[in-house]
């Protein structure tokens, strides 16, 4: 097929007529180049057809034409990007090196290297000593140590609670311990939720969240107590159909069909029917299981047999073995599987096939007038004394009297007379 082809000849459009190359791809699909007659499909790569940039640039392909774009660390020369020379971090006070340190400038980046005398922490920082290595710390031997620029800090290791210089196994009290880490207290079996409610995990607290078929009734109890029934009959939200009848129970709800033609057991779902005794996965869900049983449907997520080959795993991560969809946690130190889920500064975090996700950590809502939030911890809870909270609304008419004889308002913060490292605070 014939198209009119043209060409630029000392700044001026020529047209002549002969073939553009045939495209294989839809007619939708096609884009004109700039300065050019014949089409190209979408995503053709203009970087492949020899277009040359700057040894510090890279060719980015556009639907029409393509560019050169600085690589990271570097900058274009009088805006022209196939041109780009180093950005120097060190003079541009561009970096994070630490003090005890000195930075260095290399191409398209920079290090900071120790100053003589001093050992690294990590790649910003240098510390004076190593009090880990040579043993001048206080760290308990179940304990990890880890220097810092100050000195050095005391992790317990796993499977030991305390503070670092003081480990002991998890069989210790831990109220009587002064915890950096998280306490299972669900696990532990610290908390005795209400039978309406199971307990919850949170970093450095738990709530008792309602069960299944059960909600709060708005007085929101610590133990789980405010979890009532929800009734599914009375509401409507239940499955029972043709001539069987609704009876609430604690929880749930059941579906009885004493007599009549139309008792077979079989469910409605979906505007069909499903046969009693009948399997079937949801449409919009592969990894669930239904059934029809007596006129109501029960449905649940696939069981998880990882000794099975042909487990799925996209409903069954935790059966996921291959090192690359393994996950390293956001320091770098730990590994987990696909599947596992663990919560770092305050959110929950999941490994699925290689790759981190994490999302705010949910926290219960409180029926109190004052909360605060600990430190260490993530969720709020109740307090009684006004000074200890967090949600306190400031009155500018009630003020404070400071050290110096100084009127504050509420909300000031202050330096203690006598005490330069010491703050205050007005509140109520």
Known sequence: MFFLNCYFQNGVLVKVTETCPPLNCSEKDHVLPENQCCSVCRGHNFCAEGHRCGENSECKNWNTKATCECKTGYLSVQGDSAYCEDIDECAAKMHYCHANTVCVNLPGSYRCDCVMGYVRVDDFSCTEHDECGSGQHNCDENAICTNTVRGHSCTCKPGYVGNGTICRGKSVTPERLICPADIDECAEGIIECHNHSRC?????????ECRSGFHDN?????????????????????TCWNDSACVNLAGGFDCLCPSGPSCTGDCLHEGGFKRNGQVWTLREDRCSVC????????????????????ADLFCCPECDTRVTSQCLDQTGHKLYRSGD??????????CLEGEVDCWPLLCP???????????????????????LADN??????????????????????????????TTCKCKV
């Open 200 to 208: 919850v995990n949170l970093p450095g607290w738990y709530h008792c």
């Open 341 to 350: 889920n663990w919560t770092y500064s305050c959110q929950q975090c999941r």
């Open 365 to 387: 809502n409180l029926n109190c007038e004052y909360t605060a939030i600990s430190e260490g911890e993530c969720c709020p809870h109740c307090v009684s004394d006004p000074c």
């Open 291 to 310: 059934s029809c049983k007596d006129g109501k449907i029960f449905c649940r997520r696939t069981a998880c047999d990882c000794e099975n080959p042909s």
């Open 218 to 238: 708005g007085s929101y109890s610590l133990s789980g107590e405010s979890c009532v029934d929800i009734d599914e009959c009375a509401l409507k939200t239940h």
């Open 392 to 421: 306190i609304t400031y009155d500018i008419r009630k003020t404070c009297l400071d050290g110096y004889g100084i009127t504050r308002l509420s909300g000031a913060v202050w330096t203690m007379v006598g005490s330069p490292c």
